[in-house]
Every structure is written in C-alpha cells, then in structure tokens.
C-alpha cells in the first residue's frame, strides 16, 4: 500500500502556527494548485488544498512561507472526521507534509519587479555543503566523463575482481 502525495503551488494566504496542549508546532496553509487544462471558458482552474506541517517543519514554514509563495508540499493524505456543534459529522481531507521546498526566494517581493524570480541554488558536488578550501577544488568540480569516450588506462592491479 502506498499513500505519497507530491504538490506544486502557491500559499493562499499566510500560513497559522499553533501549539497542542503538549507544546507541539503544527501550521495549516492552503495550497492553490493549477489543474493541467482550462475551463470551457478558457480560464485555468485550481484545487485549494490543505496542507499541515508538525514540529519544526511547522515552524519553519510559519517563519518563511508567506501568501502568493510557490512552494513544494510531500506528504500523504489523510481523512478524518468529527462531529460539529450542530451534531453532523464533518470530514476533513488533507496533505500531512513531511517535506517542504521553498521554490521562491525570500526577497521576492522586495525585487520590486511584479512576479519574482525562482531561486537558484548551485549544486554541491564533494563535501557534504561544506566550504572547500583546497587549491585542487577546481579539479573536483570536473565532468568525469568530459574524455568523450576515449580508452582509460587502467592496469589489471587495479580491478577489484
């Protein structure tokens, strides 16, 4: 069994964050996601769709995340239900994230250019993100592969079999 949900959207509005009785972060915000066509009159629709985050990833996305942001949601759905004041029960779907991406900058609305742009960030090959200092750090960013095809020479010591 396999219940795996992977969104792309934007907030519509600010995300809450709010603490249980135990102390624990949990933030809802909703999703607005494009569907993949248009109406018959032409104009794009969207699913509006819950997410909730626990602990820290509550608080993180509680701190960073603001309405109009682009941001990638992976989770699961849930569904759950309860009674309401006036004794109908009420089912709840909604996406509990395990894993939030910030696909927009920070600084977005201070560009001052109406959309944003979607931040970029260089990959990190060696090192684990760490700074690397060596004088031979322009030798580990090479392609291995940049010989085009050309015969490696590798002695018989040097295979493991």
């Known amino acids: 069994m396999l219940n795996r949900v992977i969104l792309i959207g934007r907030l519509t509005r600010d995300p809450e964050l709010r603490y249980t009785p135990a102390g624990v972060a949990v933030t809802q915000f909703t999703l607005a996601v494009d569907r993949p066509f248009t109406s ?3 104009e794009k629709e969207a699913d509006f769709i ?4 626990w ?6 996305c509680a701190n ?3 309405k109009g942001r682009l941001a990638a949601v992976e989770g699961r759905i849930q569904v759950r239900n309860y009674e309401n004041n006036e004794g109908k029960r009420v089912y709840v779907t909604e996406v509990i ?4 991406r910030f696909l927009e900058s920070a600084n977005r609305d201070n560009s001052g250019g109406g959309g944003g742009q979607p931040m970029r960030e ?4 060696g090192g684990g ?3 690397n200092n060596n004088n031979n750090s322009r030798s580990n960013n090479q392609d291995p592969f940049s010989d085009d095809g050309k015969p490696i ?3 018989d010591d040097d295979l493991p079999f």
């Open 40 to 42: 018959q009159g032409g």
């Open 50 to 53: 819950p997410v909730v985050t």
């Open 55 to 60: 602990r820290q990833l509550a608080e993180t």
């Open 64 to 66: 960073y995340l603001r």
């Open 97 to 100: 994230a395990d894993n939030v």
């Open 122 to 125: 260089e990959p990190s090959y």
């Open 129 to 131: 993100g760490r700074a």
């Open 153 to 155: 020479d590798i002695s």
